[in-house]
């Protein structure tokens, strides 16, 4: 059985703890070895010297355990984050940094139902699991592209370098039985790592991933932005009762 480690009062396996700080170190990495990659755009987007710029978002929530993964495009930045979260914090102190994002939907209450992503995955959670949902706890939020920017500046760039690096992995190392990917970019880039077995269809479901022998079910939907009518940004039958079932089953979908 693989060992966990703890951060505060959660465990992370040893593989979510490595590849969680090996996206928070991802910047860093890339321009020391690859100074012409497709990333420097994203990169660069910040216009600060590395130890003042944001890191990069492995993921919110309890990633290991929250049973609805959401995958957006890309997170956007939030200025206020900044004598907070640095790569020189994130470098000398990895706990602080592990529980900034394990607890970030507690920390930051006020926008749940505020910041438009975090709303909309919010009621889609209640609408899959049919009751009140906590926020971190029953679902969490990570991305095709971990690096930070405002309407995605960098995104079409770095898109394939990213999803190449992790997107496989989060999904693998996620508790996740049910995946939903807010938006084409996000479909895109889990139809193109997932080409065996995931298919685009009429509907909104794309397919059931096997992964170390648990199955997830992955569905999208338009992201929170997209100018579309309200009830095509939700689960419609027969979709809707095909991911409840999914959900209704106890567990996670790393654990049986």
């Avoid at 703890?6 to 590849?19: G, I, L």
């Avoid at 290991?64 to 930045?77: C, D, H, V, Y």
């Avoid at 790592?193 to 999208?220: H, N, P, Q």
Wanted: with cysteine.
């Amino acid at each position: 059985m693989e060992e966990h480690v703890e951060s505060s009062s959660v465990k992370w396996s040893d593989q979510v703890r490595d590849t969680f700080h090996e996206i928070i170190a991802c910047p860093g990495k890339t321009l020391k070895e690859q100074p012409h990659s497709g990333c420097r755009k994203i990169i660069d987007f910040q216009n600060k010297s590395l130890d003042k710029c944001q890191v990069p978002e492995p993921w919110s929530g309890s990633f290991e355990t929250a049973r609805i993964l959401f995958i957006g495009k890309n997170p956007s930045i939030d200025t206020n984050d900044i004598d907070f979260l640095t790569t020189v914090k994130a470098g000398n102190d990895r706990k602080i940094t592990e529980q900034y994002f394990i607890d970030r939907f507690e920390r930051e209450k006020d926008k749940v139902d505020r910041v438009r992503c975090w709303k909309v995955a919010h009621m889609l959670a209640e609408q899959l699991l049919d009751r009140k949902v906590d926020p971190g706890s029953d679902f969490a939020l990570t991305e095709v592209v971990h690096c930070k920017s405002k309407r995605g500046k960098g995104v079409r760039k770095a898109f394939d370098t990213c999803r190449e690096k992790y997107l496989r992995r989060v999904v693998e190392l996620s508790g996740a039985k049910v995946i939903v990917c807010l938006g084409k970019d996000a479909r895109k880039g889990m139809l193109t790592e997932f080409s065996d077995e995931l298919r685009e269809g009429d509907g909104a479901i794309l397919g059931t991933l096997k992964l170390r022998g648990y199955k997830k079910l992955v569905a999208w939907l338009w992201h929170p932005s997209a100018r579309k009518p309200i009830d095509e940004k939700k689960f419609r039958e027969p979709a809707l009762s095909e991911l409840q079932e999914a959900l209704r089953h106890n567990g996670t979908g790393n654990q049986n």
